[in-house]
C-alpha cells in the first residue's frame, strides 16, 4: 500500500517529511500549526493478553482506537498547537482525529472508486487537496467546508440519485480519523495525498463530484 501511495502522490509529495516514526503528539501539533486544522484526541488501543482492544471497552467496537472518546467532543476539538500538545500529553496514544465543517468537509468514497477518480483528475489536472485512505478500505479527498449541504443536489443534476451512489459528504459535527491514527490490527490511516503547500487552497466540491460519482457508479455496477 506505500508503494502505491507514493506512486499516486505525485512529486509535490516530497516537499512533506515522512510522518514514519513521528510521535501521535507531534503529529497533530503540525495539523494544527501547520495547516490550521482543528484537531482532538480520540480513543487509543490497549494491548490485552497480545490482543488490541479499543479503550472504549466495547469489544465489538467498529473502529477501535479512531473514533471519539467522550461525548462533547466538538467542544474539546482546537486549532491551538499549544492546546494540542498538552491534549495529547494527559494521552499520547490517543487517536488523531479531524471534525469536518469547519476548515474543510470531505467526501467519503469507496477504495476502488477512489483509485479510480484519482487517476482521472490527475489526467484531469484538476486541484486536489490533501486525500485519506483508511484501513477499512474507505477514501476521503478534503474539500471546502460546504459539500455535505450541496453534494446531493450536485450528484442529482448528474443524473444520479444519492441513494444509489456509495458516496458521502462528511460537514458539520462529523469527523474524520487522520493519519497514522491506527484502526485495531487493521492497520493505520495513510495519505493517498499528503497534505502540502501546493495544496493548502482545497477545491470545492463541486469540481470533484463529476469523478467521483462516475467511478461510485462504476464501481457499484460490478
Known sequence: MFIVEETIAGPE?????????????????????????????????EAVDGVQHCSC????????GAHPAREDWATQATGSATVARRLWSKQPTASILLPTGRTFDTIDVPETAGLLALARM??????????????????????LPGASVKVPDLVRKLGWSPLALDLRALGEGEFVA????????????????????????????EELISPLAYACGRDGRR
Not at 495547516?35 to 488501543?45: A, N
Not at 471497552?57 to 477501535?64: I, K, R, V
Not at 485495531?184 to 477545491?203: E, H, I, K, Y
Open 13 to 45: 509529495a516530497a516537499q512533506i517529511p515522512k510522518q514514519r516514526g513521528e510521535s501521535l503528539l507531534d503529529t497533530a501539533v503540525r495539523y494544527a500549526e501547520e495547516r490550521h486544522w482543528d484537531v482532538f484526541p480520540g480513543t487509543w488501543l
Open 57 to 64: 471497552g466495547n469489544a465489538a467496537c467498529a473502529t477501535p
Open 122 to 143: 490527475e489526467r484531469m489536472e484538476l486541484t486536489l487537496g490533501p486525500v485519506t485512505w483508511t484501513p477499512d478500505r474507505r477514501m476521503q479527498f478534503f474539500v
Open 178 to 205: 487522520a493519519p497514522p491514527t491506527r484502526y485495531g490490527s487493521r492497520g493505520a490511516v495513510q495519505w493517498a495525498r499528503r497534505p502540502t503547500p501546493a495544496n493548502r487552497w482545497l477545491p470545492d466540491a
